[in-house]
């Protein structure tokens, strides 16, 4: 089919009453560009009272309902043809009517969807088409609203390739040649039955057709058909993470000579394969993932999915020591999918985050038992041809998990998976102590003297009785392996984890070695766990060989959960650290690289963990809080910062972190050793330092064996404060969803950044485009993504320019105190 953009030209409103338009409330609306998110452009609210999980969650942004409108023409030569909508996401809640009459809706915001137009559309003249929004308090993190993915208005023949009527997989490949077998589902609205030619080619990345065939097709009317072509491509370019090599498969449908249908799709040639002693095997080789579980939003976009946002992100991961990517917790959008392919990334689909149990008062849960059939039909369908695919995850965290009609709906949904793609492995993200916690709380109820009952409860799923609940809060990741190891998790489990390929796990790597004894047959992926723990998980992965990964939470930071990974110290007045940051805390705070896409030193400890740096990395706590209680979560990494520019503290005592995995480390305060001291895996790939602040230079160097092999410099920053503005790329195009992020530094003149001199800084776009949003990763700010000033985090602020056609971008930047800066974007 003809697929179309259908991005342009609409416009948006808070949707409104008819009945108060009628008594005389109006909204405007006001053009949109497609993708968008309505949320972003709300302003937060003030929670009345304490913050809490619910209101928190979204990062005090309002809820609401959207409203879309768009006018467009179909001309009268399209009588005849079929045409649909596609929707790849419309957070939440979605309806959508053609011309003032109801065309279709989709309750859940993640899955992509078809509209089936032509019924509706008057030919000839303009039509309207018009899609309604509905977000309120029904996620546990920042979703946005309204049409955040890109749109399609699809235009065909009667006779023509179904809409995701596609699939090639490669069920046998060896060093001399793969095996590709193409099924084409082919739809015939026509009254007549048509027999059809049906050409299939494989090109490899070169453009050069490396296989092909032609066979005929005889579809009736009104019963589509499905044919099945097997090829073989001699000396195949194996697609892997190292190597990601992919090929096109080209369907030319034809009938009496002239072309009814055609298209293209993008696929990889790789095999997968799964056991407890090789674990899992990417062309014959093991892989161990080294996994990043991400939300959906982009930062300073607000949900709205742009493809370059996507593969921003995804280059970034992978630069970081990222092989793999979980998308939590629901599916991942087409163009990050395209991403992963093109880049070599690994992929853990995720379906759900709830199931028949809610987990917020108006959650997916209330449409889960009537949509979850055709929400895992639209993720498989836009899975399947992706090699990057290699887990479809069919939920996390389910709170049935643990009970007999949780693992009955484990089962139906695993199998269902499976009837649709028998190609790839499924798991469940299982948080184990979950999954006991009505247990769990009846032993808060013990520690509270108020059920006898509970006594037995706590022994049974491993809790100390005069620890209470504030304990397990306080100390989240060692309750949580403590009840993960449990006989009553084992028990309860047993049948849930029994359905899946891979068992999932979620901060229960202390089942790791159990599960081998217990368990000789399961296979494990460490599917959510602390970044404060990687060293210890990452030794587990590599020495057991049914530990597939870990999947950190999270690899990219996000909106929502406020505060969950922010720096805590404990006073007498707060003895225990508190969950949910309060307003105005916009981010979670546990991401390895911020919103920005900038590398928190959690990201270069990672690094080192993995054995990918042989450098080591400096990062210096902020002097402000020496001496302090730390009070952080386990998902909190130190308030450090990888600077030695501290104004105001010469001469304070101040800590300094070196992170290596080499024997030793040596700390040089302008050129003055602080001496050595062991690092690598025995000392958690860490040294600590403490000294005075010295303006000046501060180097760390790693020692393995006597001899160095690696340093690292922080530098003060010295004299005026500069600013900085470089584009990530100096050509762009003005299609396919492309975007020009732009980063704003603080400097000194030699380009040392300046943390400490935060300021204003003011953005104006001309020419060819516009600016799609603007921020910083501070982590509390009242500050908003869509205005043109926003002050700088330490020292840094990103500006994303969305391009409107071809010609060129200016960008102006100006602060106080700094010269003004420009800067040029071509797009072509």
């Known amino acids: 089919m003809n697929r179309i953009s259908f991005n342009d030209g609409w416009q948006a409103r808070p949707k409104v009453n008819p009945f108060a338009e009628l008594s005389g409330t109006a909204v405007e609306y006001r053009p949109v560009t497609l993708p968008h998110d309505a949320m972003i452009e709300q302003d937060r609210v003030v929670p009345q009272g304490a913050a809490t999980m619910e209101n928190g969650a979204g990062a005090y942004f309002p809820g609401g309902a959207f409203e879309y409108r ?55 003249q303009d039509n309207e088409i018009r899609v309604e929004a509905r977000a309120h308090r029904d996620s546990r993190w920042y979703t946005g609203a309204g049409i955040y993915r890109d749109t399609w208005m699809l235009i065909g023949a009667t006779a023509r390739i179904a809409l995701d009527g596609v699939r090639v997989t490669t069920p046998d490949i060896d060093r001399d040649r793969a095996v590709v077998e193409v099924a084409v589902t082919v739809d015939n609205d026509s009254l007549a039955i048509r027999t059809l030619d049906l050409a299939t080619e494989i090109r490899d990345a070169g453009g050069v057709v490396v296989a092909g065939d032609v066979s005929k097709i005889t579809v009736l009317p009104g019963e589509p058909a499905t044919a099945r072509t097997r090829l073989y491509v001699l000396d195949p370019a194996l697609w892997s993470t190292d190597s990601p090599m992919l090929h096109t498969c080209h369907l030319r449908l034809g009938e009496d000579g002239e072309e009814v249908d055609a298209g293209d799709v993008t696929f990889g040639i790789r095999s997968l394969q799964l056991d407890p002693r090789s674990g899992l095997q990417v062309n014959g080789r093991t892989v161990k993932l080294r996994g990043a579980c991400v939300h959906h939003d982009n930062g300073v976009l607000g949900a709205a999915t742009f493809a370059r946002a996507e593969e921003r ?70 899975d399947v041809n992706h090699p990057s695919v290699v887990m479809y995850s069919i939920g996390n965290e389910i709170p049935e998990a643990g009970t007999a009609a949780g693992a009955f709906w484990a089962r139906r949904l695993a199998e269902k998976v499976r009837s649709l793609d028998g190609t790839r492995f499924v798991t469940n993200g299982v948080n184990n102590m979950l999954a006991v916690l009505p247990e769990v709380l009846k032993a808060r109820q013990r520690s509270r003297g108020t059920e006898a009952a509970g006594e037995e409860a706590g022994e049974q799923a491993g809790i100390d009785e005069q620890a209470g609940i504030n304990t397990v809060m306080a100390d ?122 900038h590398r928190r030193p959690v990201s270069y400890y990672r690094e080192i963990v993995f054995g990918l740096r042989a450098a080591p990395y400096v990062a210096v706590r902020r002097p402000q809080h020496h001496g302090k209680t730390w009070g952080g979560s386990p998902w909190a990494w130190s308030d450090a910062v990888s600077s030695w520019t501290w104004p105001g503290y010469e001469g304070s005592p101040i800590t300094v972190e070196v992170y290596a995995g080499a024997d030793e480390v040596e700390l040089l305060v302008n050129g003055g050793s602080l001496g050595r001291r062991p690092a690598g895996e025995a000392q958690r790939f860490r040294a600590e330092f403490e000294t005075v602040h010295a303006p000046g230079d501060l180097v760390a160097i790693a020692y393995r064996g006597g001899a160095e092999i690696g340093r690292h410099l922080l ?76 002050r700088t985090y330490e020292g840094r602020a990103l500006a994303v320019l969305r391009p409107t056609g071809p010609g060129r971008i200016r960008l102006l930047v100006s602060a106080p105190g700094c010269d003004p800066v420009e800067l040029s974007v071509a797009v072509g």
């Open 476 to 597: 989240a990741g060692d309750m949580m392996n403590k009840v993960a190891v449990s006989d009553l998790v084992t028990e309860r489990t047993a049948e849930s984890y029994a359905v899946l390929d891979v068992a999932g796990m979620n901060y229960s790597e202390s089942r790791y070695a159990l599960d081998r004894d217990l368990f000789p047959g399961r296979i494990i992926v460490g599917a959510e766990t602390f970044p404060t723990r990687i060293d210890g998980n990452w030794k587990l992965v590599e020495k057991y060989d049914h530990v597939i990964g870990d999947f950190t939470w999270t690899g990219w930071d996000y909106l929502g959960e406020v505060g969950i990974g922010r720096p805590q110290y404990l006073t007498p007045e707060s003895p225990r650290p508190v969950h949910v940051a309060p307003y105005p805390h916009l981010l979670a705070g546990c991401g390895d690289l911020d919103i920005t896409g």
């Open 313 to 382: 992100r995804v280059e970034l991961l992978k630069d970081a020591g990222f092989n793999a990517i979980r998308m939590a917790h629901h599916p991942m959008s087409r163009a990050m999918l395209d991403a992963c392919d093109r880049l070599g990334v690994l992929v853990m689909d995720e379906a759900f985050d709830m199931w028949t149990s809610a987990k917020s008062e108006f959650d997916y849960s209330l449409h889960f038992p009537e949509w979850w059939e055709r929400d895992i039909e639209a993720m498989v369908a836009k």
């Open 715 to 790: 530098r003060t920053a010295e004299g005026p404060c500069r600013l900085r503005a470089e584009s990530d790329r100096p050509v762009i195009t003005d299609t396919g969803g492309d975007l020009a992020f732009v980063t704003i530094t603080l400097t000194d003149e030699r380009g040392t950044l300046q943390p400490a001199a935060d300021r204003p800084v003011r953005v104006d776009v001309s020419g060819a485009g516009v600016l799609a949003g603007f921020g910083s990763a501070a982590p509390a700010s009242e500050e908003r993504f869509d205005a043109a000033e926003h």
């Open 70 to 124: 768009k006018t467009f023409f179909v001309p009268e030569e399209h009588r005849g043809k079929r045409i649909f909508f596609e929707f790849e996401g419309v957070y939440r809640d979605a309806t959508v009517h053609l011309n003032g009459d109801y065309a279709g809706q989709r309750p859940y915001g993640y899955s992509h969807f078809h509209i089936d137009a032509d019924r509706f559309l008057r030919f000839g």
